[in-house]
């Protein structure tokens, strides 16, 4: 199998060039990539370090790697672009015909996309995030200021969900597992009664959920195939007897299941990433 080495380089987190470059080496399949991230090079010094590691895997690996950039200030570009690589430029592509469609000049200013330029922002982020933890699995019942509840079985992906689209999209979002108790009642929680136009429901495969489960408790009731099959039946006729919009997660990445979450329910981002 071919193996490259890919260099992500940032004058900050590297976070947009990880999430871009990612995105775009996913489409060559049979090929292994060794993903390096050089964050913070906002400076001439911390540019050269960046070219030298670079032109070092070129020459240890025979090959040369590819660079995915997002220097936003043009003499720290410069001498990136002097290494021994395929050089991408994120910026470059888009900022120019921008400026030309706009008729403006850019600010050339390094860290505004994931920097705290935005306070509000910013505010709004620690304030979501806070809100999944305090009302995490059942915990804290602050349902009245929820955007959203996500409600399933244990293990279906509810928490992770709720954290990102905090972080992300700045949602309240809370969530509830379904306990025995409530399945073999067949009815929504009481404290869930209230909120019901707030409910979205995550669904799994049995055999997806046993794997996981087993991985958690092996070889325990809680991860048995008859323990997982009864509770996964029990909780989709409870979200068919309310009409509680369900997605199946089996597939979907925790980035896809919160776009398809907000994106079904209507539910306006206070943030966008």
Do not use: W
Request: glycine share 6%; hydrophobic share 40%; charged share 25%.
């Amino acid at each position: 199998m071919n193996r490259r080495t890919v260099f992500f380089v940032s004058d900050q987190t590297g976070v947009t060039a990880e999430t871009m470059g990612h995105s775009l080496m996913t489409q060559f399949e049979g090929l292994e990539f060794r993903p390096v991230t050089l964050p913070f090079v906002a400076s001439v010094d911390k540019a050269h370090e960046a070219v030298r590691r670079i032109n070092r895997a070129a020459e240890e690996e025979g090959i040369r790697p590819i660079i995915f950039s997002t220097l936003v200030q043009d003499d720290l570009r410069d001498i990136v672009m002097t290494a021994n690589g395929l050089f991408l430029d994120f910026f470059a592509a888009f900022v120019g015909p921008l400026e030309r469609e706009l008729n403006t000049r850019s600010t050339h200013r390094a860290g505004r996309a994931h920097g705290m330029a935005d306070i509000a922002a910013y505010t709004a982020r620690i304030n979501a995030t806070n809100y999944a933890l305090s009302n995490d699995d059942g915990t804290g019942g602050d349902y009245a200021h929820a955007d959203v509840i996500l409600v399933g079985v244990s293990r279906s992906g509810k928490t992770p969900t709720c954290l990102y689209m905090a972080l992300q999209y700045g949602v309240f979002a809370a969530n509830y597992p379904l306990t025995e108790e409530d399945l073999e009642a067949g009815r929504l929680p009481r404290r869930l009664e209230p909120h019901r136009r707030k409910l979205f429901a995550l669904s799994i495969k049995p055999e997806r959920l046993q794997q996981i489960r087993n991985e958690r408790r092996p070889d325990s009731r809680y991860a048995s195939p008859q323990q997982v099959q009864y509770e996964l039946r029990a909780a989709e006729a409870l979200f068919m007897r309310y009409a509680i919009p369900c997605l199946d997660t089996t597939e979907c990445s925790i980035e896809e299941i919160a776009s398809r979450i907000l994106n079904t329910s209507g539910i306006e981002r206070r943030l966008r990433p």
